[in-house]
């Protein structure tokens, strides 16, 4: 990062005022290895102690405005009183049994009548699980081995969804690679990349039908969130619907996020499979996988029958289940929850977009409602393809200086507002972005 006297006293501001998180930070590193991109470790991690609603406490008791909600599970905020009393009351019932509960049939019933796709339910623990059981379970259909997802997007951290697009490879011909080591190359051969919002990913599916047992995708990139990818999900729809290949749509994120049906109900479209995760759970850990019952029959086969084989201790443990029922009951009673977020995220893009455009800043907002993603870049992002790392000095100055200012963004740079954030603090972070811009620029960081 470019060092200017303004970045500097901000570091060292910084610095300052998380010292417990600097003596953590040094501690941790004898102890773990880091697996999650928790936050911009900007000049080094910071810690968090507790939560509530909309905010975080860090270990040295600075309070943040937080736009990561636990990856965008938090739909209510943090430590919300419904969902606290929903697994404190679990609790005294006992909390694992490694036998089905009714606490089950709860969220099942809820998930079957929210998701569009949904006649048949499977629960798992996590996102990456779930996306996992989806293309066994498309490939035990089908009797068919290879899976197409698309460029740029993220389906959990399974040797299956760690295949990434080669940057620069033409849509009509993307190359793969695996995201780092230890991914098998057998793996890799068996998935079919396809570019994101690109005609070319349907004549791939039509090409490769007979080998193709089905294709992933997410409802909205979280990496790349763009309103209108309505008329694209449908026409893939339509397009796997008449090549006989299965369509996944992973709803990990979208699910109980974009709308209360996900992004199949936002965007008007119909998967043969889904996968759900963070916000089903409630904050608790999650996993499943929606569907068509004749697909979703596969998992019911005994061993001896060829079934498609799902298990984990702790899927559908009660705890989960109260936290997940509490939450998708709640926002199921209050729909107008998803119209506000709406609002929010479109005024807090359309007002850093504006700022960025009247001082020509090579910087953009997007969002799909209340999630939403910071390119420092001009020109048009439509998929992974236009991605590029032009500024990354100011793109790392802009967070250090948010978060100095009390405003939270995660590692990922994936971001999101939930039910918590009030009108109040929509503005804050407005003025804080917009803030943290006007210094980047003023040290000349857009270079």
Not at 369 to 386: I, K, L, N
Request: hydrophobic letters at 45%.
């Amino acid at each position: 990062m470019s060092d200017t006297p303004r970045l500097d006293a901000a570091r060292a501001d910084l610095i300052a005022k998380t010292r417990q998180c600097r003596a953590i930070s040094a501690a941790r590193a004898e102890v773990l290895n880091s697996g999650l991109a928790a936050n911009l470790e900007m000049p080094h991690p910071i810690f968090i102690d507790r939560g509530e609603g909309c905010r975080v406490i860090d270990a040295d008791g600075n309070t943040y405005i937080d736009t990561s909600v636990g990856f965008g599970l938090h739909m209510l905020g943090h430590r919300h009183p419904l969902i606290r009393d929903a697994i404190i009351e679990r609790t005294d019932k006992g909390w694992m049994f490694g036998i089905h509960t009714t606490a089950q049939m709860a969220l099942a019933e809820l998930l079957k009548e929210a998701s569009p796709c949904a006649e048949r339910v499977v629960f798992c623990n996590t996102g990456t699980e779930a996306t996992f059981y989806a293309m066994r379970a498309a490939r035990g259909f089908t009797g068919r081995e290879h899976i197409a997802l698309f460029d740029g997007a993220y389906h959990g951290a399974h040797d299956y969804g760690m295949v990434m697009a080669q940057p620069g490879s033409p849509p009509e011909a993307l190359t793969k690679l695996p995201m780092g080591r230890g991914v098998p190359a057998a793996i890799t051969d068996l998935m079919v990349m396809l570019p994101y919002r690109h005609r070319a990913a349907f004549d791939i599916i039509r090409a490769r039908k007979n080998e193709l047992a089905g294709v992933i995708i997410e409802g909205v990139q979280s990496s790349n969130p763009q309103p209108h990818v309505g008329e694209f999900l449908r026409e893939l729809a339509q397009v796997c619907r008449e090549s006989g290949v299965l369509l996944i749509i992973d709803e990990v994120i979208t699910g109980f996020r974009v709308s209360y049906q996900g992004a199949q109900g936002r965007f008007g479209v119909t998967a043969d499979l889904a996968t759900y995760g963070k916000t089903l759970g409630g904050g608790m850990p999650v996993g499943a996988i929606a569907g068509r019952a004749d697909i979703m029959n596969v998992f019911t086969g005994l061993a001896a029958e060829r079934g498609v084989f799902s298990g984990g201790t702790f899927s559908g443990n009660p705890l989960t289940m109260a936290a997940g029922t509490a939450m998708v009951s709640h926002l199921k009673a209050h729909p107008q929850i998803y119209a506000r977020l709406d609002r929010e995220g479109d005024r807090l893009a359309a007002a850093v977009n504006g700022f960025c455009a009247q001082r020509q800043l090579p910087a953009q907002m997007k969002n799909v409602g209340s999630m939403f993603h910071m390119f420092f870049q001009r020109g048009p992002v439509e998929s992974a393809r236009d991605i590029r790392a032009d500024h990354v000095a100011a793109e790392k100055a802009f967070y250090l200086h948010a978060l100095n200012r009390g405003v939270l963004v995660p590692g990922t740079q994936r971001a999101f507002l939930c039910d918590a954030h009030t009108t109040s603090d929509v503005d804050t972070l407005i003025e804080v972005f917009c803030t943290s811009l006007a210094d980047v620029e003023a040290d000349g960081l857009f270079r």
